[in-house]
């Protein structure tokens, strides 16, 4: 802590360029993977797995990530059923045709065609009423996908289209973790000017707690970019950025400013009475790195360390969080006990500046020893029985985290996204208006030669009768020593 008094005491303005000039850097460099990481379905899966080693098989043998990727739903006044002249099979037919002349339209498990009713004639991909039916389509990537799904009812007007699938789930849950960050963001910062002028009873002091989260924030996502071309990261990692960001600035700030200008207020030499200020600002932020800096330190350690265990976990959406947990404190902690006591010994008394009156009367309250009030009752509570309230706020806590026991973990669907989102009302009509959810088969992938087609059937058949879906499996071979 003495060297890094003696830093902002010697070299504040150099400690600002540097400050600054890293700032332009990572907004410059770092800004920009807000919009480069993406979400996607392998961020939910461990590369150890049957599950994923099954889909790797498969997208070698197909050149496909998944094995259908777009949903439509497709709803008709007529049944589906009623026969080969049924209307609502032409309108099928007419909506497959135009999927297939999208660009980037791949077969789907290697047929001719997209996977429909009509092509088909298995009754699964028709809703129990007949009036609905699924069609499910493969593009060579989900950006085609989208387009896809924005081209095609363009090209049939009047048909009654629904899009979903996971090339369009991930890329909605991708737009919604960037709009949900900016969108917090604009809600957050004038939030917390509000609550850091009431804390701090001044314009410029409420504006040091936001200066230090801008700067964490723009700083972790340029070592967020450098981690990115090592190890890919998620989309969900920038989320925690910005809270933990924000909550770390705010709370690392309030403990650094509070006790800085508390120092600039007192005498040591007076009997620690309010003097109206007789301490320089280089005496005040060492004695402040001193005292508070130790606890902004070993705070940002222990954050650091916690978010730092998520890295042990193979999914991809929990130790990208880890990673950017791990580098949002760090950097925090670096900031409020770097550049903040910069800030803070060019400011000096400053530091007060621009508030009203009657905010300065009440700092000045409030910098005074006080034998009275709640909080000192309080404090000399606690520290009379400190085990009666160690047990007492240990019970507390636990008793508030109990919902954690009944906490289940999901697979990533639709059901992330909010009900307004057209790929969910796909998701939840196949779940309540058909017998089986076709979009998302169980896959077996199955390494053997062309000519162990009997003994795969077989196998196929003890699947069948193992699940109780009898009838519903189907064996296809996908070339390269695979069955699907």
Request: proline share 4%.
């Amino acid at each position: 802590m003495s060297r890094l008094a003696t830093l902002a005491q010697l070299h504040p303005r150099r400690v600002l360029l540097g400050a600054a000039a890293i700032f332009v850097i990572a907004v410059v460099l770092g800004g920009p993977i807000v919009d480069q990481l993406h979400a996607s379905l392998s961020d939910f899966e461990d590369p150890a797995s049957q599950n994923y080693h099954a889909l790797q098989h498969l997208q070698r043998a197909t050149g496909a990530q998944d094995e259908a990727g777009l949903d439509v739903l497709l709803k008709t006044s007529t049944d589906a059923r009623s026969g080969s002249e049924s209307p609502a099979l032409a309108e099928e037919e007419h909506v497959v045709t135009a999927l297939e002349h999208q660009r980037g339209f791949r077969n789907f498990n290697l047929s001719e065609h997209a996977y429909s009713f009509a092509s088909t004639g298995y009754s699964e991909l028709l809703s129990n009423n007949g009036h609905e039916s699924l069609i499910l389509a493969n593009f060579a990537t989900p950006e085609l996908s989208k387009r896809a799904a924005e081209r095609v009812p363009r090209e049939l007007p009047g048909y009654h289209l629904s899009f979903g699938g996971l090339d369009l789930v991930f890329d909605d849950l991708t737009t919604s973790s960037r709009t949900d960050l900016v969108r917090a963001e604009l809600i957050a910062f004038p939030l917390l000017l509000l609550l850091c002028l009431w804390v701090f009873r001044g314009v410029i002091a409420a504006l040091l707690p936001l200066l230090v989260a801008v700067l964490t924030i723009f700083t972790t996502f340029l070592c967020m970019r450098i981690v990115d071309h090592f190890v890919t990261l998620s989309v969900f990692s920038l989320n925690l950025v910005s809270a933990v960001g924000l909550g770390l600035a705010i709370d690392y700030s309030l403990f650094v400013v509070s006790r800085f200008r508390e120092e600039l207020a007192f005498d040591t030499s007076a009997g620690n009475r309010w003097l109206g200020g007789s301490l320089d600002s280089a005496l005040a932020i060492r004695r402040t790195l001193h005292t508070t800096g130790r606890t902004v330190l070993w705070s940002s350690v222990t954050v650091a360390a916690v978010m730092a265990s998520l890295i042990i976990f193979p999914l991809r959406f929990l130790y990208s969080m880890g990673i950017a947990g791990l580098l949002t404190a760090l950097i925090a902690g670096t900031v409020s006990l770097v550049v903040l006591p910069a800030i803070l010994v060019l400011l000096g008394r400053r530091v007060n500046a621009l508030a009203p009156g009657w905010m300065q009367r009440s700092r000045r309250r409030a910098a005074r020893a006080e034998a009275s009030g709640f909080w000192f009752v309080l404090a000399r509570s606690v520290m009379r029985r400190p085990a009666v309230f160690a047990a007492v706020s240990a019970g507390f806590l636990l008793a508030c985290g109990t919902p954690v026991l009944s906490l289940g973990a999901t697979p990533a669907s639709a059901s992330l996204l909010p009900s307004s989102a057209q790929p969910r009302h796909v998701e939840e009509a196949l779940l309540n208006n058909f017998t089986y959810n076709t979009a998302q088969p169980t896959v077996t992938v199955i390494k053997a030669p062309e000519s162990s087609e009997a003994a795969v059937v077989h196998y196929g058949d003890e699947l069948e009768r193992a699940s109780g879906e009898v009838g519903q499996g189907h064996l296809l071979w996908l070339e390269h020593s695979t069955w699907l």
